[in-house]
DNA sequence: GTGAAAGCGCTAACAC
DNA sequence: GTGTTAGCGCTTTCAC
């Protein structure tokens, strides 16, 4: 595995060395830690300047901590995600500290392994994005690391939570389309295949929450799910689906918009048009959606600004807060032209 | 940090206790190391499922491996990512490997800080995907580790390489549109911010390929390259710069899907009719160009496949191969309807 | 304010 | 085939 050749790495010993003090010494000014004169800060610096040394993270994970914040996507192809990242990197910037990504793919159990592998390279503090898990497992990931959950509306004791607030989104886009007069307004859901928090997730609350505006507005009987999946070919299969029922919607409100992407395929090869046939609408609002030719109308959750929420929260628990928080932040509906009038 | 209550967890130390036997045993079992018994095998084995023993990943690093393979990206807002690491899981898949992700940022400077995080925990192999940085700093980290580069059309003894034939794949683009008629054949870039490796970046080969085919055919005068980033925004500027030169063209090709899409936002919103005014092709093949709605006339690279064989390398060069592998994978032309004759 | 020394969990010589 | 032991590079008491 070695290379051949490999240089050897520099390490505080040689530091200590370099500048003639004790090793105890270039660790309380690598950790800024209280003890140490002005004169041998400097040395030290110095030193450590010229050596190239960089602390190995490995050994001081073996003591104290890593730097390093871990964070769990359920997949990397939901556009919505980097907008997260960016608005934690945000947040971290000046600080030590680095992220660190991992896929937990479509299942529970791949989930599970993938949290469990960054416990076990010692992550500092742990953000999960619309994790599968149950909420039993995510409680006992939070008591052994600093855990923020993003996405389901869930309220632990052992972790923080912030979330959009998905029915207030849900609601926004539904009075939109009812607004407009539409009554046959069908929704593409995403399955949960672990079935682990089918109630708080926030795929669960949105497709609830359709189900209820509909109802509440006299709709009961026209209710229409496909449930598929938050991707392309989920919200294209779902929609082609919807469009071969007997009383074809008006109205599809797709619960991402990578799925009102897929959407938009199927309702176009169907020869239909929009909104002339049948208004789309997505959620996320996605830099695709604003583009020109797509005009996808969608719900805004700003991302950056959660994922700043969570790098704020994540950070204080890293340094010591134990009572839980919980944000939730408040979605504005972004209406384009693929919704319009429903057909007469 | 530590969270109150936070269970102890537990060590080889714990197993070998309870297993009866030594540390050293319980370690050999681990990593299938030679000189066990069948019976301390099963002993062992027993012990660790009983405790749930996981092994620290620290602890490791320190003298051994981390079974971590570390994987940098430019960015995550590029649909081609999460193809290549499919394929990159389904070669690790049954090893005990886990895939950590970085994103390096738009600049060398950041990216560098990026790779150098990744050699900090200690990753066991590292794969750079599109790096911005001189070969020279590569090489540097190729030296400590063992490493692959995605992307470029480098050639080192330090490290591997996997690349699309990007001027086989721009060359199908080319002769495509030549062959419907068009002379006038714009180009979308994408900048090196960091300048660093410019001439044999995959973005430096599309630019320079387009060049050449273009002088090949007799269009040298007709070469306009607008040169901004391979995403939306840059495609969506790129074409309106375009769009906006006097002999306005009659096809653009944007070296990325994601350009191309902003490509087509820009030429929607001049009122341009695609391709009846103006023809667009991409590069990637992202499912978005798939759709029907979009149709994007592509370059397909096959995204899994280069994940399969950079996770291939990877694990070689980490069970000790040196010398070095390059490989190159074809693309082929997925003309769809964004490409049409050009107007008479 | 400074440094010596113990020890984090694991692996790898080496002895038995 | 099995166990003892010496570190890996760092942080952290605890003397001075």
Known sequence: MTQPGRPRRSTIADVAQHAGVSTTAVSKVLRNAYGVSPAMREKVTASIKELGYRPHA?????????????????????????????????????????VIIVRGGASAKTESSAIDALVDRQVDGLLMVAPLNTRKRLEEVARILPTVVLGPHDKSAAY??????????????????????????????????????????????RAETYKRVMRDHGLADEIAIATTSYTE???YDGARELLARDARPTAIFAGADLAAFGTLAAVHEAGLSVPGDISVAGYDNTRMAGLAHVSLTSVDQDGVTLGRTVGRLLLERIEGRTTPVRFFISPSLVARLSTGPAPS
């Open 233 to 235: 070919t989920g919200g």
């Open 58 to 98: 490995a050994a001081r994970a073996m003591r104290g901590r890593t730097f390093t914040i871990g964070v769990l996507f359920p997949d990397l192809r939901n556009p919505f995600f980097p907008d997260i990242l960016d608005g934690i990197d945000a947040q971290i910037a000046g600080t030590e500290y680095q």
């Open 160 to 205: 923080d939570s912030v979330a959009d607030d998905d029915a207030a989104g849900v609601e926004l886009v539904m009075e939109h389309l009812i607004g407009l007069g539409h009554r046959r307004i069908a929704h593409i859901a995403h399955g949960d295949i672990g079935l682990a928090r089918v109630s708080t997730s926030l795929q669960t609350i």
